[in-house]
């Protein structure tokens, strides 16, 4: 027997508990904490999440070369350290200046700003600082008494090879990701502050990802082109050290021909080939 709790629930139960996860995707903490009566909820539908399918932003952290090294969830944390859902998600895009920002609720942070963690640690700045010793303000200067450090700098590398400074948190429409080549959710469920989901393995690190549940180029043709001194240098090792573990029997059997290993290019190198 595996250790742990198994709850078991009846039909009935089981259904309230899918009720209410959906309630909470749907509004998110837009009840503040008290739940909407039943007439509160359907006004909220009907005014708020019915807008959303128009309305969808995709959030993405990305670098010099345009790869979604990270796509934002609801759950992840802004430089200000207010989780993505606790910002203002629920935007008219007809209406909003450009560039998109999303402003947070909670404090002065005037729009979504990713920063990484070093595993499970927040980033300390050259001032020896971490990152919540800084304002969430633009110029992120640090609060320390008696630190005079007047902006956040760090020398960390992300994991596409890059330094932190040269990625930005980009807030796009569905069509400008799609123009720009980046895959968009097949379904826009009305859900709260989806940020860059597109399926189930969108909050990986762009290195991780391989997720073809979303819609939108590259093709197949476009994922199977050699590799060259440009590509990631995942791709790079992967090339030379060739690939035994997948050949044309294997993907009779497994069924898992659309995966093989060269899919990671969907997300490491789609913007630099874009462009040649
Ligand atoms: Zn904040
Ligand atoms: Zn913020
Ligand atoms: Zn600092
Ligand atoms: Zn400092
Ligand atoms: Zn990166």
Same mark, same amino acid.
């Given at each position: 027997?595996?250790?742990?709790?198994?709850?078991?629930?009846?039909?009935?139960?089981?259904?309230?508990?899918?009720?209410?996860?959906?309630?909470?995707?749907?509004?998110?903490?837009?009840?503040?904490?008290?739940?909407?009566?039943?007439?509160?909820?359907?006004?909220?539908?009907?005014?708020? !999440?019915?807008?959303?399918?128009?309305?969808?932003v995709y959030v993405s952290w990305t670098n010099s070369k345009g790869m979604d090294c990270k796509l934002i969830g609801p759950e992840t944390?802004?430089?200000?350290?207010?989780?993505?859902?606790? #910002?203002?998600?629920?935007?008219?895009?007809?209406? !909003?200046?450009?560039?998109?920002?999303?402003? *947070?609720?909670?404090?002065?942070?005037?729009?979504?700003?990713?920063?990484?963690?070093?595993?499970?640690?927040?980033?300390? *700045?050259?001032?020896?600082?971490?990152?919540?010793?800084?304002?969430?303000?633009?110029?992120?200067?640090?609060?320390?008494?008696?630190?005079?450090?007047?902006?956040?700098?760090?020398?960390?590398?992300?994991?596409?090879?890059?330094?932190? !400074?040269? #990625? #930005?948190?980009?807030?796009?429409?569905k069509e400008e990701r799609f123009d720009r080549g980046h895959p968009v959710a097949r379904n826009e469920p009305a859900y709260a502050a989806?940020?860059?989901?597109?399926?189930?393995?969108?909050?990986?690190?762009?290195?991780?990802?391989?997720?073809?549940?979303?819609?939108?180029?590259?093709?197949?043709?476009?994922?199977?082109?050699?590799?060259?001194?440009?590509?990631?240098?995942?791709?790079r090792a992967f090339d030379r050290h060739g690939n035994p573990a997948i050949t044309d029997s294997d993907r009779s059997q497994t069924g898992?021909?659309?995966?093989?290993?060269?899919?990671?290019?969907?997300?490491?190198?789609?913007?630099?080939?874009?462009?040649?």
């Amino acid at each position: 027997m595996e250790p742990g709790v198994h709850l078991k629930l009846d039909g009935s139960a089981q259904s309230s508990v899918d009720a209410y996860l959906e309630y909470r995707r749907i509004v998110g903490d837009d009840d503040n904490g008290v739940l909407f009566t039943p007439d509160q909820y359907e006004e909220y539908k009907k005014n708020i !999440a019915s807008k959303r399918q128009e309305n969808r932003v995709y959030v993405s952290w990305t670098n010099s070369k345009g790869m979604d090294c990270k796509l934002i969830g609801p759950e992840t944390k802004c430089f200000c350290q207010h989780r993505y859902r606790e #910002h203002k998600t629920d935007i008219d895009i007809k209406t !909003a200046a450009r560039p998109l920002t999303i402003p *947070c609720k909670k404090c002065n942070c005037s729009s979504y700003n990713y920063i990484p963690l070093n595993g499970s640690q927040p980033l300390r *700045c050259h001032c020896k600082h971490t990152v919540d010793d800084h304002s969430p303000a633009a110029n992120h200067e640090c609060s320390r008494p008696a630190c005079n450090c007047r902006a956040f700098r760090t020398s960390f590398n992300c994991g596409c090879g890059e330094v932190v !400074a040269s #990625h #930005h948190t980009l807030i796009e429409t569905k069509e400008e990701r799609f123009d720009r080549g980046h895959p968009v959710a097949r379904n826009e469920p009305a859900y709260a502050a989806m940020g860059g989901i597109t399926g189930f393995s969108s909050l990986l690190d762009g290195y991780l990802r391989l997720d073809d549940s979303g819609i939108g180029p590259p093709s197949r043709e476009f994922l199977e082109q050699p590799t060259t001194s440009t590509d990631h240098p995942f791709l790079r090792a992967f090339d030379r050290h060739g690939n035994p573990a997948i050949t044309d029997s294997d993907r009779s059997q497994t069924g898992r021909s659309r995966r093989s290993p060269v899919q990671k290019k969907t997300s490491s190198n789609s913007r630099s080939h874009m462009h040649k």
